[in-house]
Structure formats: C-alpha cells, structure tokens
C-alpha cells in the first residue's frame, strides 16, 4: 500500500506512508539523508524510500492491481535502481525523468512498483512501469497511492488506495498557504492503515532541510533531524 505527497505552497513539503506487512524495516538517520531501508535476503539492506541533503524525496508505492506489463523483459531500467540512485544523489530527478521518457521501465516479476520522486524545487515525477512516467513541473500538490494514474478507478483492487486519495485530496484542497509540516502529518493520520499498517510515517520540510518521522502511528513520538 502507501501514500505519497508532494505539496507546494508558501513551502514544499512532502509526506510518505510506508504500509508495509512481514518485511523487515529500519529508518536511518545520516548526514546525508534519512533512509527507510529493508532487509533484503539477498541485498541485505537497501535504502528505498527517504529525503536526501539534495532536496530529493522518494517513495516508492505498490501498484494494484498487478500489471504484467512491469515484468521485466529485453533490455530496459530497473524502477528500483532509479530509486535509489535519486535518493543517493547518484542521478537528478531530470536525469531519471529523461531516461525513463526514453527507455522502457520494468519492476519486479509479478510485483507493479511504482516511483514517485520529487526534487528541492517542488518537481514531481511519478513512474509506473510497464506503462509510462508523468513530469509535474512544481504542481500546487500531487498525490499518489496504489493505483495507475493511466487507469484510474477503471480496475478495482481493496489496497488500491481510492479513498485514501480522495481523502488527501480534499484535505489538500482546502489547505492553506502556510501548510507545514504538522498540517501533513495531520493528513498522513486520516489516511494511515492497520491491515496493512503504516509502520512510517515521514515529512520531509525541503526548505527546512528537515525530515520528521514517526513509527507504528505513534504521532506523539515524532522525531526529527536536520539535513547538512
């Protein structure tokens, strides 16, 4: 599941969900960024989702239902690797923007992971592989949960997120220029999850260069650190 969200108002503040069941998970706080990171068999830890010293942001939510256009096929980019090479400041969010306009993005077999990125201008990009990518030039606000942008409601699935969206997007309509970073957090609640539970919640204040974060919904455990 998860829900990502770019608002750009008096400030650009972004927030992030994770809903995650049965993976191991850790926020690591460094110098150079805040990381949420997952223990992968193989990999061992891998830095996913989180805000860099940059400006950047990442998120990466799942798409339901399953498109197996995203199976990996013939040669192309991995929407996992984009990820974490914004989020290491190894690539621009431009950078990734124009690769993905020109080369074919594939996933995980059987699994529809979706990216979506911003950068410290307020610039979001939102990649769903398999089916193409959509650059929003500082847009007063994006969201994105588990379902395609290109699809919509026309395919159904329960973790799709529908009205987690629309829950965000009225919330965000009627918010005001001084939206900060309680005000987001206060939208991250609304649309929390327990079946799937929210096991981060994540802000990130870009002109602030601070990153806020709380686990397992305990919003009154907020922590914070400032990027260098």
Sequence with gaps: MCTSLVVNK????????LDLLDMKWRVRPAETGVYIEIDDP?????????????????????????DERS???GEGENVIMFDIDLLLQKKTLQQIRDIAE?????SV????????????????????????SLYYEKPEYKILTNFSPYKQD???????????????????????DDFDADDCFEILKAVAQEVCPTVVSMVF??????VYWCENREWDKVQKTKLC
């Design 109 to 132: 077999p059987g699994l529809t992971f979706m990216s979506a990125l911003s950068d410290a201008e307020g610039n979001v990009l939102h990649i769903i592989p398999g089916q193409g």
């Design 42 to 66: 193989a990999e061992g830890w891998l830095p996913l989702f989180g805000a860099n010293a940059r400006g950047d942001f990442v998120g990466m939510p799942t798409c339901w239902p399953f």
């Design 205 to 210: 204040d870009v002109q602030e260069s601070t």
């Design 71 to 73: 199976n990996p096929a």
């Design 10 to 17: 008096k400030k650009t503040i972004v927030g992030w969900n």
């Design 102 to 106: 020109k080369r074919p993005v594939f």
């Design 154 to 176: 026309t395919e159904k699935h329960p973790w799709m997120g529908w009205d987690r969206y629309h829950k965000a997007e009225e919330m965000l309509q009627n918010a005001a």
